[in-house]
């Protein structure tokens, strides 16, 4: 198994200056005695983004699961400034903001009920906004009353990325958030991870589109080539 | 930090939880309603004798509610398992027993409390004397809430399973059979003119045990079965 921590584009030199950062250290992974992944590093420092990649069972999303403490790796650990994010997991799921492939969204509740819900779950923007956000995932106005049930699968996807906005969250960890998006959708998260980047925050992703953002330094991590 | 306050955090879950119950009436309703099925039915298919019906009737009624929670547990953590806001409910900085609990409180309260307003009505129907009503709303007060701790544990460990539910049963059932004896038995020595302080401390204690217990029990549980 062969893992790497290619740097992408040329701004790689563009230094942390001792922001919070998160870094894996010797991170496997077995499965039914059979290794998915041996010996894989990385580190990230504020304003850059991870993009893992790697074909579909490579461990993508075990491999996001375990960044979020879900997952517990069989050797290795995740370090949040320095420290493994075990010790203290509270402090570092108050910087955490997770979209998974469920999109942890109940479709009992209307887009505005989930989205407050995720507010005083966890640590909220002190801006925030429910309607707003909404609004700025471009969900139309009819939508704020309407169950998520009844909701597209896209729209569903921007409620949950909807989360993203109401939390006070450096790290975003997204499992293939561009599922099920239109283009239109997919420009709009584009433009969320370049703004959280910009304002430094750090963002791990996997996704198999091209991802294309401007002015941000993005990583990659190449799983089980 | 300006996080969200534990507080604010347990009363949104807790509203959360009783909206979708509210939202999904009919599933709720079913538990009652076998509550109530299995009780009338006893009547019909054993000898409507008014003195036979008093004897059984303790047993039954709890047997009947112990069915019904057992009914109801498996949908404590399903939904949210399926659609991930389980995940979501692990990734708060909240301590997760406390979440847990807020989430046990609710399933009470739709799937426990609702056998407390029934039970008198059904008691009556077994010809249950007005002696016994006391001793029966009491043990239900002490005894279903901890139908739903010690019930948590199991569903957590098994939420994550295909076909849970045999298992669910084969684990939860031997926990809950103390609950059972000592319950049915202070309603039937209520009835007798014996007294029952014995019987209640006992369940009074369970219930205490549990409540400090099952939340950290269950929440390891959710982190196994998420894993």
């Known amino acids: ?225 | 930090m300006s996080e969200a306050s534990l507080g604010t955090a347990f009363i949104s879950l807790l509203r959360r939880d009783l909206m979708l119950a509210y939202r999904h009436r009919a599933q709720m309703l079913n538990p009652l309603l076998f509550f109530v099925i299995v009780v009338s039915l006893f009547p019909l298919g054993l000898d409507p004798d008014p003195d036979l019906l008093r004897t059984i009737a303790p047993g039954v009624i709890w047997v009947a509610a112990l069915l019904a929670a057992m009914l109801s547990l498996d949908s404590m953590f399903r939904s949210d398992f399926d659609d991930g806001s389980l995940e979501q409910l692990l990734l708060t900085p909240h301590p997760l027993p406390l979440l847990v609990l807020a989430k046990i409180v609710a399933h009470w309260l739709i799937s426990g409390l609702p056998l407390l307003v029934l039970a008198p009505v059904l008691g009556m129907l077994l010809n249950l004397g007005s002696e016994s009503l006391f001793p029966l709303l009491a043990t239900l007060a002490l005894g279903t809430p901890v139908l739903s701790l010690i019930g948590s544990i199991g569903v957590a460990l098994t939420v994550g399973l295909r076909g849970g539910g045999v298992l669910l049963s084969l684990l939860i059932l031997p926990l809950f059979i103390p609950v059972l004896i000592f319950a049915a038995n202070a309603v039937g020595n209520a009835g007798a003119g014996m007294d029952i302080t014995g019987q209640l401390a006992f369940l009074g204690s369970l219930l205490a045990l549990a409540f400090a217990l099952a939340p950290l029990a269950t929440a390891a549980a959710l982190r196994i079965s998420l894993n």
């Open chain 1, 1 to 225: 198994m062969i893992m790497s921590d290619t740097p992408k584009p040329a701004e790689m030199n563009h230094s942390s200056n001792g922001s919070p950062w998160i870094e894996g250290v010797g991170l496997a992974l077995s499965r039914n005695d059979r290794y998915i992944f041996t010996d894989l590093n990385f580190s990230l420092a504020a304003g850059q983004i991870l993009q893992v990649e790697g074909h579909n069972g490579s461990g993508k999303t075990t491999m996001l699961r375990i960044l979020c403490g879900l997952t517990l790796p069989s050797e290795g650990e995740i370090r949040w400034c320095g420290e493994d994010i075990r010790k203290n997991l509270a402090e570092y799921y108050a910087q955490l903001a997770y979209v998974g492939h469920a999109p942890g969204i109940k479709g009992e509740l209307t887009p505005l009920e989930n989205l407050e819900l995720a507010r005083s779950m966890s640590r909220p923007r002190k801006e925030a906004d429910a309607e707003q956000v909404l609004e700025r995932l471009q969900l139309p106005a009819y939508c704020d009353d309407v169950l998520c049930h009844n909701l597209s699968a896209g729209q569903r996807r921007r409620v949950a990325l909807g989360r993203l906005l109401m939390l006070d969250a450096r790290l975003w960890v997204l499992d293939e958030p561009f599922t099920a998006l239109d283009p239109g959708g997919r420009k709009l998260v584009e433009e969320l991870l370049s703004g959280h980047a910009q304002e430094g925050g750090m963002a791990v992703l996997t996704t198999h589109h091209v991802v294309n953002l401007e002015g941000c330094i993005v990583r990659g991590l190449q799983l089980g080539t």
